[in-house]
T-cell receptor
Framework: EAQVTQNPRYLITVTGKKLTVTCSQN?????MSWYRQDPGLGLRQIYY???????DKGDVPEGYKVSRKEKRNFPLILESPSPNQTSLYFC????????????FGQGTRLTVV | GDSVTQMEGPVTLSEEAFLTINCTYT??????LFWYVQYPGEGLQLLLK?????DKGSNKGFEATYRKETTSFHLEKGSVQVSDSAVYFC????????????FGEGTQLTVNP
């Protein structure tokens, strides 16, 4: 089954404690990205990757890091989480190009206290 | 830069009512347009898309027409069901590159029996 898998689904952590949210896709997609979803703001892109070892900032990259060492994996790293990073996070993947469908993971609900 | 504006929500309808969710966009060139749906507790999934002016996307009784002259992509359904209750996102992919999705704020739809 074609899918994007994120883990964990729910996470509560404390300010400053490094964490990683994993994302994996099994569709051999080149393009992967991370979004955060906040009420009234829709989805905003954090980082994206056009292919292995190629990553770039989206609209709200501050406080986040990513890596793309393998085509299927695109982890999101918060090295020193703060309460303003409390949000719902989605990973997505697609083939490159303007007409292609993006596939989304089920989301990670992160709370930073 | 590219942007998408959706009608303010939430929207509450009775079963079998007619649905319209307005979406307008600003983009350079000719973007591809999408509607994504997010059911409770799930990630986003593609509902329909249109890739050029005057195209009509349709799926599951939903329709939207790409109107270049009014830069709009309004979502419609003639008779909604309780199972249509979800959050609906309008989005675009614009040149150059064309892989990045820009989302609207999302519209929460609740359909009552």
């Amino acid at each position: 089954e074609a899918q994007v898998t994120q883990n964990p689904r729910y996470l509560i952590t404390v300010t400053g404690k490094k964490l990683t949210v994993t994302c994996s896709q099994n569709m051999n997609h080149e393009y992967m990205s991370w979004y955060r979803q906040d009420p009234g703001l829709g989805l905003r892109q954090i980082y994206y990757s056009m292919n292995v070892e190629v990553t770039d900032k989206g609209d709200v990259p501050e406080g986040y890091k990513v890596s793309r060492k393998e085509k299927r994996n695109f982890p999101l790293i918060l090295e020193s989480p703060s309460p303003n990073q409390t949000s719902l996070y989605f990973c997505a993947s697609s083939l490159t190009g303007p007409n292609t469908e993006a596939f989304f993971g089920q989301g990670t609900r992160l709370t930073v206290v | 830069g590219d942007s998408v504006t959706q009608m303010e929500g939430p929207v509450t309808l009775s079963e079998e009512a007619f649905l319209t969710i307005n979406c307008t966009y600003t983009a350079t060139g000719y973007p591809s347009l999408f509607w994504y749906v997010q059911y409770p507790g799930e990630g986003l999934q593609l509902l329909l898309k249109a890739t050029k002016a005057d195209d009509k996307g349709s799926n599951k009784g939903f329709e939207a027409t790409y109107r270049k002259e009014t830069t709009s992509f309004h979502l419609e359904k003639g008779s909604v069901q309780v199972s249509d209750s979800a959050v609906y996102f309008c989005a675009l992919k614009g040149p150059p590159g064309g892989s990045r999705l820009t989302f609207g704020e999302g519209t929460q739809l609740t359909v009552n029996p």
